[in-house]
């Protein structure tokens, strides 16, 4: 996700972190749809991807990123901005692992929606979102790691 500044300013709000969350499901929902809607069911997931491609932009920055939600935001930046070599060593493996589980997860996911398989696509959905947190949850580590090293950083919370 390549962003500007203004656009990652924004992205910071908890409202953007949480409307994206939520969108997953209704994603999902969408797709799952096509059972009713057949070719219609296009309309239903053309407008959550439409929501989640403005998302970061559709809030405006946060009046305080001391939170969870916006410092996930901030990781993320700081993750994105560094060479793998230059993450520390103690934030390396877990954020694969929980990329991993989310892989595997979205996988089972697509299967699940193409056979309208409810207990695998259910299932799979958890483990997507279960792994998302858990790699959200470590850029927040990172960010509270990182943000003494750099001015830049640092003047990220506020």
């Known amino acids: 996700?390549?962003?500007?500044?203004?656009?990652?300013r924004r992205h910071a709000?908890?409202?953007?972190?949480?409307?994206?969350?939520?969108a997953?499901?209704?994603?999902?929902?969408?797709?799952?749809?096509?059972?009713?809607?057949?070719?219609?069911?296009?309309?239903?997931?053309?407008?959550v991807i439409a929501w989640l491609i403005w998302n970061?932009?559709?809030?405006?920055?946060p009046a305080s990123t001391n939170n969870w939600a916006s410092k996930a935001v901030l990781g993320e930046r700081v993750w994105m901005n560094m060479n793998r070599d230059q993450v520390p060593p103690h934030h390396r493996v877990a954020p694969r692992v929980a990329?991993?589980?989310?892989?595997?997860?979205?996988?089972?996911?697509?299967?699940?929606?193409?056979?309208?398989?409810?207990?695998?696509?259910?299932?799979?959905?958890l483990l997507v979102i279960v792994a998302k947190t858990w790699f959200v949850d470590r850029m927040v580590w990172l960010f509270d790691d990182m943000k003494d090293t750099s001015p830049e950083y640092r003047s990220w919370l506020y």
């Open 56 to 61: 970061p932009r559709a809030f405006p920055p």
């Open 13 to 22: 709000n908890p409202w953007s972190v949480w409307t994206r969350y939520a």
């Open 24 to 47: 997953f499901p209704v994603l999902v929902a969408a797709v799952w749809s096509r059972m009713w809607l057949g070719w219609w069911a296009i309309l239903p997931v053309a407008i």
């Open 99 to 125: 990329v991993s589980f989310s892989a595997v997860g979205t996988l089972a996911l697509i299967w699940g929606l193409v056979e309208l398989d409810a207990t695998i696509t259910v299932l799979a959905m």
């Open 1 to 8: 996700m390549v962003l500007r500044d203004e656009t990652w």
